[in-house]
Structure formats: C-alpha cells, structure tokens
C-alpha cells in the first residue's frame, strides 16, 4: 500500500493505492461523513487480488484531507468531482473507472458528466441518480434517526461516535446481522485519523447541481448500479430510476442489502465491479 498527499485546485487531498500500476486503476469514491476507511482494506484487497489498481481518499472534510471551519465550506458536488479527477492526475493516470458509494456515486456521476474521457467505467453503489426528481424519500424510521443531528454536538467527539455507530445500524440491510463491534472500531479509527473531525457537518450543506445542471440521462460512460433492496436511505427506486436514465446501465440488486458494504456481501459486490471494469483497460499519462 502506498499513502500520497495530492494537490488539487486549492485542497489537499490524502490517498492510498494498493495492487500494481499497470492493472486497471479503480478509484473508490466514499460517501457523506465517511473517510476513505469506510472502503475497508480487506474489501479494497479482494479487488487488487484480482488485478486492479486500486485508489481510495479522503473526501474534502474527512480524515487527512482539506478541512474548513464548521458552516464555513463553499464547495460543490462538482467541485468534489474535480477532487476525483486530481486523484487521478496525481497517480498520472489518463483515466480510471470510478466506483462511488452513496454521496461518492453522486460525486462519481458528476465527474462522468464533467469530464467524460476520464471516465472508463461507472459504478454507482446504493446512490441517487442525478436530475431525476421525485423519488422516494428515506425510511421513516431512518428520517427519525436523522432527525437526531439537530442535537448534535459535533465538537463532542464521542457524542460524534455514538451518532455514526447509530446511524450505521439504521442504515443497515435486512438479510446479515449488523456488527455493531467492528463498526464501532472503524469509527474510532475513522475519527482518529481525522483531526478536524467537527467539519464533518459541512458534508450536509454540499450543494447539489439542479436537475437542470446535472442529468444521470447525459451519461455516457459504461455504467453499473449496485444497489441494496433493503436500503433505508436511498430506497431501490433510486437504482430503477437510474437503471432507467442511462443509457445501458446494468442493475445488479442486493438482495436484502442496506445502506453499507455488509462483508458478506463482498464477494458478490467485487465480482460484479471486476466484470465491469474488465471492458477497458487504461493507461498512464
């Protein structure tokens, strides 16, 4: 494994690659509130095993990337898509097949739109399509778990903590048991390696391009949905909408998957993103 700081447009970025520079590069994109460990090592192993090289970061706000103050962050979704894109040249890559989970999905959608010959392949994991309105919205009883952010003291880390192991039960699927235990040590971890970790809350005020700005529809790029049917967050309509909208995209459903990378679910997940991203292989700068 090697760890790199890259330089952006004005953010510092803190990245990690594994596996060998001449197998196609897979750029992990991770969700809201959620650093790079929310890609765990041994899932982000099983794709180098088998021949990818694989790149996960921080997103702006999270573990060793830029942080700004708490309601002092103006950037956007595409401008966490450009974040992507510095990864990329900063591992001199021409181009990546990119695979986005939740809020990454969004930031990966917007990158294939923005900068479409960057993008060989797309992989959008329990997410929302871009420019498609009206979809359901999250379960009621995780709109009840949210509404707990109100109350947050996020300057009180353990009260930070206490919310990320909560919200990851209530995102949790229906069909494998949730580990509380090893989600709480990926949290400690997670909030040990980000020092400004109160700027998490900026991820709730990412502005998010219009429908008019922004539409799954103009995607281009080879695309495949991954998507829980258990997913409180983003119900499965989410994934038929965009299964609907692209061009081509392929829906691969969880059965009784939710908002998370459940391990047993791995091998299924990885099996899937090793066929799609086995179209093209691409090369360096």
């Given at each position: 494994?090697?760890?790199r700081?890259?330089d952006g447009?004005?953010?510092?970025?803190r990245?990690?690659a594994?596996?060998?520079?001449?197998?196609?590069p897979?750029?992990l994109?991770?969700g809201?509130?959620?650093?790079m460990?929310?890609?765990?090592e041994d899932?982000v192993?099983?794709?180098?095993?088998g021949?990818r090289y694989?790149?996960?970061?921080d997103?702006?706000?999270t573990g060793?990337?830029?942080a700004?103050a708490?309601?002092?962050a103006?950037?956007t979704?595409?401008?966490?898509?450009?974040d992507a894109m510095?990864v990329?040249?900063?591992?001199?890559l021409?181009a990546?097949?990119?695979?986005?989970?939740s809020?990454?999905?969004v930031?990966?959608?917007?990158?294939?739109?923005?900068?479409p010959?960057?993008v060989?392949?797309?992989?959008?994991?329990?997410?929302t399509p871009?420019?498609?309105?009206w979809?359901?919205?999250?379960?009621?009883?995780?709109?009840?778990h949210?509404a707990?952010l109100?109350?947050?003291?996020w300057?009180d880390r353990?009260q930070?903590?206490?919310?990320?192991a909560?919200?990851?039960a209530a995102a949790?699927?229906?069909r494998?048991?949730?580990?509380?235990?090893?989600t709480?040590?990926?949290?400690?971890r997670d909030?040990a390696?980000?020092?400004?970790?109160?700027?998490?809350?900026?991820h709730?005020?990412?502005?998010?391009?219009s429908?008019?700005?922004?539409?799954?529809?103009d995607i281009?790029v080879?695309?495949?949905?991954v998507h829980?049917?258990a997913d409180?967050?983003f119900p499965?309509?989410?994934a038929d909408a965009m299964?609907?909208?692209?061009?081509?995209?392929?829906?691969?459903?969880i059965?009784?998957?939710g908002?998370?990378?459940?391990?047993?679910?791995w091998?299924?997940?990885?099996r899937?993103?090793?066929?799609?991203t086995?179209?093209?292989?691409?090369?360096?700068?």
């Amino acid at each position: 494994m090697e760890e790199r700081i890259i330089d952006g447009e004005g953010v510092r970025i803190r990245t990690q690659a594994f596996g060998h520079l001449d197998d196609p590069p897979v750029l992990l994109i991770a969700g809201a509130f959620a650093s790079m460990v929310w890609w765990p090592e041994d899932f982000v192993e099983l794709l180098s095993s088998g021949g990818r090289y694989v790149i996960r970061y921080d997103n702006r706000d999270t573990g060793g990337s830029t942080a700004y103050a708490p309601g002092t962050a103006k950037y956007t979704i595409g401008d966490m898509a450009k974040d992507a894109m510095a990864v990329l040249s900063g591992y001199n890559l021409q181009a990546g097949h990119l695979v986005g989970m939740s809020m990454g999905g969004v930031i990966a959608q917007m990158a294939a739109l923005i900068r479409p010959h960057r993008v060989r392949t797309l992989t959008v994991i329990n997410s929302t399509p871009l420019g498609v309105e009206w979809l359901p919205p999250p379960r009621e009883d995780y709109r009840q778990h949210m509404a707990a952010l109100g109350h947050l003291d996020w300057n009180d880390r353990d009260q930070v903590a206490d919310f990320l192991a909560r919200d990851a039960a209530a995102a949790a699927g229906s069909r494998h048991p949730h580990d509380a235990d090893a989600t709480r040590r990926l949290i400690e971890r997670d909030l040990a390696n980000s020092p400004s970790f109160s700027s998490l809350q900026n991820h709730l005020a990412v502005a998010a391009p219009s429908p008019v700005q922004a539409r799954a529809a103009d995607i281009q790029v080879p695309t495949l949905i991954v998507h829980g049917t258990a997913d409180p967050v983003f119900p499965i309509a989410h994934a038929d909408a965009m299964a609907t909208a692209v061009k081509g995209a392929r829906l691969v459903a969880i059965e009784g998957g939710g908002h998370d990378l459940h391990r047993e679910d791995w091998p299924q997940i990885v099996r899937e993103i090793m066929l799609h991203t086995s179209i093209i292989h691409v090369g360096r700068l």
